[in-house]
Protein backbone atom coordinates (compact mmCIF):
# COMPACT_ATOMS: atom_id res chain seq x y z
CA UNK A 1 0.00 0.00 0.00
CA UNK A 2 1.41 3.34 -1.22
CA UNK A 3 1.83 5.82 2.55
CA UNK A 4 2.70 9.50 1.85
CA UNK A 5 3.74 11.07 5.99
CA UNK A 6 4.13 15.04 5.57
CA UNK A 7 6.00 16.65 8.53
CA UNK A 8 7.41 20.05 8.88
CA UNK A 9 4.24 21.81 9.31
CA UNK A 10 4.18 24.51 11.69
CA UNK A 11 3.65 28.12 12.91
CA UNK A 12 5.71 30.81 11.60
CA UNK A 13 5.95 34.78 11.10
CA UNK A 14 5.50 36.46 8.01
CA UNK A 15 8.81 36.26 5.38
CA UNK A 16 10.40 33.47 7.78
CA UNK A 17 10.71 29.86 6.22
CA UNK A 18 9.07 26.08 6.75
CA UNK A 19 10.64 22.92 4.89
CA UNK A 20 8.10 20.37 4.33
CA UNK A 21 8.91 16.60 3.79
CA UNK A 22 6.49 14.13 2.22
CA UNK A 23 8.05 10.63 2.94
CA UNK A 24 6.61 7.86 0.40
CA UNK A 25 6.64 4.24 1.04
CA UNK A 26 4.89 1.13 -0.50
CA UNK A 27 5.62 1.73 -4.19
CA UNK A 28 7.19 2.21 -7.43
CA UNK A 29 7.88 6.20 -7.40
CA UNK A 30 10.35 6.08 -10.35
CA UNK A 31 7.72 7.22 -13.15
CA UNK A 32 5.54 9.07 -10.61
CA UNK A 33 4.80 12.97 -10.34
CA UNK A 34 5.08 13.88 -6.77
CA UNK A 35 2.80 16.96 -5.76
CA UNK A 36 2.29 19.60 -3.44
CA UNK A 37 -1.31 21.02 -3.31
CA UNK A 38 -3.17 22.85 0.12
CA UNK A 39 -6.05 23.92 1.54
CA UNK A 40 -6.94 26.78 3.28
CA UNK A 41 -10.27 26.98 5.47
CA UNK A 42 -13.13 27.36 2.88
CA UNK A 43 -11.09 27.20 -0.06
CA UNK A 44 -10.75 24.40 -2.56
CA UNK A 45 -7.64 22.59 -2.62
CA UNK A 46 -4.90 23.97 -5.07
CA UNK A 47 -2.09 23.40 -7.06
CA UNK A 48 1.58 24.16 -5.16
CA UNK A 49 4.21 22.29 -6.90
CA UNK A 50 5.11 18.77 -8.68
CA UNK A 51 8.33 17.10 -9.54
CA UNK A 52 8.76 13.79 -11.16
CA UNK A 53 11.37 11.60 -10.23
CA UNK A 54 13.06 10.79 -13.35
CA UNK A 55 14.66 14.02 -14.49
CA UNK A 56 13.43 15.90 -11.76
CA UNK A 57 11.36 18.53 -13.96
CA UNK A 58 9.29 20.81 -11.94
CA UNK A 59 5.96 23.12 -11.66
CA UNK A 60 4.98 25.88 -9.77
CA UNK A 61 1.81 27.86 -8.74
CA UNK A 62 2.39 31.82 -9.80
CA UNK A 63 1.62 32.17 -6.16
CA UNK A 64 4.12 30.20 -5.31
CA UNK A 65 6.83 30.67 -7.65
CA UNK A 66 9.97 32.26 -6.93
CA UNK A 67 9.29 31.37 -2.84
CA UNK A 68 8.58 27.65 -2.64
CA UNK A 69 11.31 25.32 -4.18
CA UNK A 70 9.98 21.48 -4.62
CA UNK A 71 13.31 18.86 -4.77
CA UNK A 72 13.53 15.02 -4.16
CA UNK A 73 15.75 12.67 -2.69
CA UNK A 74 15.43 9.78 -4.72
CA UNK A 75 17.76 7.15 -2.12
CA UNK A 76 15.53 8.03 0.86
CA UNK A 77 12.23 8.21 -1.43
CA UNK A 78 11.34 11.90 -0.04
CA UNK A 79 10.26 15.19 -1.81
CA UNK A 80 10.67 18.18 0.26
CA UNK A 81 9.09 22.04 -0.13
CA UNK A 82 11.31 24.65 1.06
CA UNK A 83 8.94 27.61 1.54
CA UNK A 84 11.15 31.18 1.72
CA UNK A 85 9.21 34.52 1.89
CA UNK A 86 6.08 32.96 3.73
CA UNK A 87 2.87 35.21 3.55
CA UNK A 88 -0.33 34.91 5.55
CA UNK A 89 -1.82 33.99 2.35
CA UNK A 90 0.12 31.03 2.57
CA UNK A 91 -1.90 29.68 5.86
CA UNK A 92 -3.27 25.89 4.99
CA UNK A 93 -3.08 22.38 5.60
CA UNK A 94 -0.44 21.03 2.97
CA UNK A 95 -1.04 17.92 1.70
CA UNK A 96 1.72 15.37 -0.21
CA UNK A 97 0.55 13.67 -3.38
CA UNK A 98 1.55 11.02 -5.87
CA UNK A 99 0.35 10.35 -9.29
CA UNK A 100 1.32 7.53 -11.77
CA UNK A 101 0.57 10.34 -14.47
CA UNK A 102 1.33 13.98 -14.99
CA UNK A 103 -0.86 16.44 -14.05
CA UNK A 104 -1.45 19.73 -11.56
CA UNK A 105 -4.67 19.35 -10.65
CA UNK A 106 -5.80 17.17 -7.55
CA UNK A 107 -8.24 14.88 -9.33
CA UNK A 108 -4.57 13.50 -11.35
CA UNK A 109 -2.98 12.17 -8.10
CA UNK A 110 -4.47 9.09 -6.74
CA UNK A 111 -2.48 8.69 -3.31
CA UNK A 112 -2.35 11.53 -0.63
CA UNK A 113 -1.16 12.62 2.96
CA UNK A 114 -2.62 13.09 6.06
CA UNK A 115 -1.47 16.74 5.51
CA UNK A 116 0.53 19.06 7.83
CA UNK A 117 -0.61 22.27 8.97
CA UNK A 118 0.89 25.60 8.52
CA UNK A 119 0.58 28.42 9.55
CA UNK A 120 1.54 32.05 9.02
CA UNK A 121 1.39 35.18 11.31
CA UNK A 122 1.70 38.72 10.10
Known amino acids: QVQLVESGGGLVQAGGSLRLSCAAS????????MGWFRQAPGKEREFVAT????????YYADSVKGRFTISRDNTKYTVYLQMNSLKSADTAVYYCAASRGLGSRPQDYQYWGQGTQVTVSS
Open 51 to 58: ISWIGGNT
Open 26 to 33: GGTFSRFT
